[in-house]
Nanobody, 123 residues
Framework: QVQLVESGGGLVQAGDSLRLSCAAS????????MGWFRQALGKEREFVAT????????YYTNSVKGRFTISRDNAKNTVYLQMNSLKPEDTAVYYC????????????????WGQGTQVTVSS
């Protein structure tokens, strides 16, 4: 089973950019669909973006379209989330997740999760 660890979070001001990374220790990274989710204090975990096994298919939640970009480098066993024009409402713990099969926006469809990285956007 793939193991995931996120990095790249931090404290930034509104309008700034961050690039999150998720490194996978498994040997079959390219066989997994990957996703980014986030959870703000007092809220349920929500979908952010997902990317297919080869990187050809991507899907985003409406609130981040045009600002966030998900990508992957299968040779490096890494998936990225480039976050531009950050807003205070983007503040959350960001989680990387993996699943077999097609892309999905459902939290419960992802069996494997990292431990998260904190993103805080001040106004």
């Amino acid at each position: 089973q793939v193991q995931l660890v996120e990095s790249g979070g931090g404290l930034v001001q509104a309008g700034d950019s961050l690039r999150l990374s998720c490194a996978a220790s498994g040997r079959t990274f390219s066989s997994y669909t990957m996703g980014w989710f986030r959870q703000a204090l007092g809220k349920e975990r929500e979908f952010v973006a997902t990317i297919g096994r080869s990187g050809g298919n991507t899907y985003y939640t409406n609130s981040v379209k045009g600002r966030f970009t998900i990508s992957r480098d299968n040779a490096k066993n890494t998936v990225y989330l480039q976050m531009n024009s950050l807003k205070p409402e983007d503040t959350a713990v960001y989680y990387c997740a993996a699943r077999s099969g097609v892309i999905s926006d459902a939290v419960r469809s992802y069996p494997t999760w990292g431990q998260g990285t904190q993103v805080t956007v001040s106004s």
